[in-house]
């Protein structure tokens, strides 16, 4: 098991920054990605961005050339940086994380840390 410990939401204004930090309890078995992903009220969660133990990354659409996500393995932390935030950009951001151990996928989730970006 993996327990995932997110930080740095809260609340900015519409232009503003923040820093989300996911750190892992240990290394992840190889292949794994670690990701972010968001859900606002009333709609489904959706993928913000990962990063795979390789360090290939995928971005959602609406966040690309706004959201910088990055890894430091020694410290099994992904980070989103995200900049120039847009009210849509309010939810809550749940880090994933997930490995492949002896054939099998497994899959964990962060408790969900909120961003608010006001207008």
């Known amino acids: 098991q993996v327990q995932l410990v997110e930080s740095g939401g809260g609340l900015v204004q519409t232009g503003g920054s923040l820093r989300l930090s996911c750190a892992a309890s240990?290394?992840?078995?190889?292949?794994?990605?670690m990701g972010w992903y968001r859900q606002a009220p009333g709609k489904q969660r959706e993928l913000v961005a990962d990063?795979?133990?390789?360090?290939?990354?995928k971005y959602a659409d609406s966040v690309k050339g706004r959201f910088t996500i990055s890894r430091d393995h020694a410290k099994n932390t992904v980070y989103l940086q995200m900049n120039s935030l847009k009210p849509e950009d309010t939810a809550v951001y749940y880090c994933?994380?997930?490995?492949?151990?002896?054939?099998?996928?497994?899959?964990?989730w962060g408790q969900g840390t909120q961003v608010t970006v006001s207008s």
């Open positions: 994933n994380a997930y490995e492949v151990k002896f054939g099998s996928q497994y899959d964990y």
């Open positions: 240990r290394s992840l078995f190889s292949p794994n990605a």
């Open positions: 990063i795979s133990s390789s360090g290939v990354t």
